[in-house]
């Protein structure tokens, strides 16, 4: 992903990216009132690269047991209905999985259409999901995003990449930022750096200018 919105990022749209067929939409994020802010929690637990690989081989397979190639192609009703035929984990990590794509469609319609509550919503959605049924979040995430939510003019907040630490991303009213950043202050015992973000355009060449000297 990371690659995709760096070669293809552009100002004032966040990119949806569809993993199976390879495709991106930008999807408008024009009002200049909003930002997100990066929340960096500076811990690192190191889980990360072998919980991956479970994770992986839990939704591997929960699509094997429903007869898919992948679980972008199953539903819930398809899931549910193999339910008894899968552990209990497997299960939550095929729910969050199925749930999470379904919600980024809806998220990225919200989006689009400046309604940042709906959106917001779902990123709870989503960091709940990830924190409850995939287990890739942490205490120090978990309190960012109580402590990020407890303000007024934050829509909505969720940690971001691989888990077990890392950073958390909140869309917030530009208004509201430094109070945002307080609250995390007060209520974090670690130290967090913080970026506030709009959506700008991947990396652009820039010409150099020659010195006379």
């Known amino acids: 992903m990371d690659q995709f919105v760096c070669s293809l990022g552009t100002a004032e749209n966040a990119l949806l990216i569809d993993c199976l067929s390879m495709e991106c939409k930008l999807i408008p994020m024009i009002d200049t009132n909003v930002v997100v802010l990066v929340t960096n929690s500076n811990v690192k637990h190191q889980l990360a690269g072998s919980e991956y690989a479970l994770r992986k081989e839990n939704c591997e397979e929960a699509a094997k047991i ?63 999901s990830l924190r409850d049924d995939y287990e890739v979040s942490c205490a120090e995430l978990d309190c960012l995003i109580t402590a990020a939510l407890e303000v007024k003019g934050v829509y909505g907040s969720r940690m971001t990449g691989a888990g077990f630490g890392g950073c958390t991303v909140t869309i917030v009213d530009k208004e509201a930022v430094d109070k945002v950043i307080e609250n995390i202050k007060l209520k974090y015992s670690g130290n967090p750096t913080f970026y506030v973000c709009t959506a700008s355009s991947g990396p652009q060449t820039v010409p150099l200018q020659h010195s006379s000297q």
């Open 66 to 128: 429903m007869r898919k190639d992948c679980l972008r192609n199953a539903t819930m009703a398809e899931l549910n209905e193999k339910k008894n035929s899968m552990s209990s984990v497997v299960y939550r990590r095929a729910r969050h999985v199925i749930n999470e794509i379904e919600r980024t469609i809806k998220a990225s319609e919200f989006l689009a259409q400046g309604q940042y509550d709906r959106f917001g919503r779902l990123m709870v959605e989503s960091h709940n």
